[in-house]
């Protein structure tokens, strides 16, 4: 049996166990008590899409990736509901459901390229997404996006792409799928 020292603390996440490695356990804590902090102080020090991006090392004995990254979707939708609830109060809600209905365009526009050629390629020596698998999920979105069919953030925030060469750029992928899931986001 091992001795706890006062100073250390319950962990606020399961540990990897093993070999697992998880996320750096003192850079998630200072990110969620960062957000937190926006939240309850109603800034605008964080944003939804800033959640979305936030990358944390893997080390031995850190937080466990999933019960993490099921967290930081909670905080990403409790911001993404303020600011929608801001935006209606300031300019109504027609104005955000005429921009969320912009972006969806947009997004729809880009994705009506052809089959295997919707986002930029990587040249033959280097890897991107394999393009078949981005071509599924593009046209789940498109069949949410146009027809209504169902379609979760949690999905596409799951969403893993094998590499292949000469595969999609992953920075526009990436980006595309950040739009959609704003997109899914304002129409909660």
């Keep these: ?3 706890i020292d006062d100073d250390e603390t319950t962990p606020a996440f399961r540990l ?8 750096h356990r003192v850079a998630v804590d200072t990110f969620l008590a960062a957000a937190r ?3 309850e102080d109603d800034t605008d020090d964080l944003f939804a899409a800033d959640v979305r991006v936030a990358s944390f090392p893997l080390v031995k004995g850190g937080y466990d990736i999933g019960e993490v990254d099921a967290a930081l979707g909670r905080v990403e939708d409790a911001l993404a509901a303020r600011q929608r609830e801001r935006v209606v109060r300031a300019d109504g809600a ?3 459901v005429d921009h969320a209905r912009s972006d969806a365009q947009l997004i729809l526009d880009h994705l009506a390229r052809s ?3 919707k986002f930029a390629r990587t040249g033959f020596l280097s890897f991107g997404y394999r393009v078949d ?7 789940r979105i ?3 996006l146009r027809d209504g069919d169902e379609l979760s953030v949690e999905q596409l925030r799951s969403a893993a792409f094998r590499m292949q060469r000469g595969g999609y750029r992953e920075e526009q992928v990436d980006a595309l799928m950040d739009a959609t899931i704003d997109v899914i986001l304002a129409v909660r």
Excluded: C, L, Q
């Design 37 to 39: 902090d926006s939240f």
């Design 115 to 117: 089959r295997r050629h």
């Design 133 to 139: 698998e981005v071509d599924h999920v593009a046209a």
């Design 94 to 96: 027609e104005a955000w």
């Design 142 to 144: 498109v069949r949410y």
């Design 1 to 3: 049996m091992t001795e």
């Design 16 to 23: 990897a166990s093993g070999r697992e490695r998880g996320y």
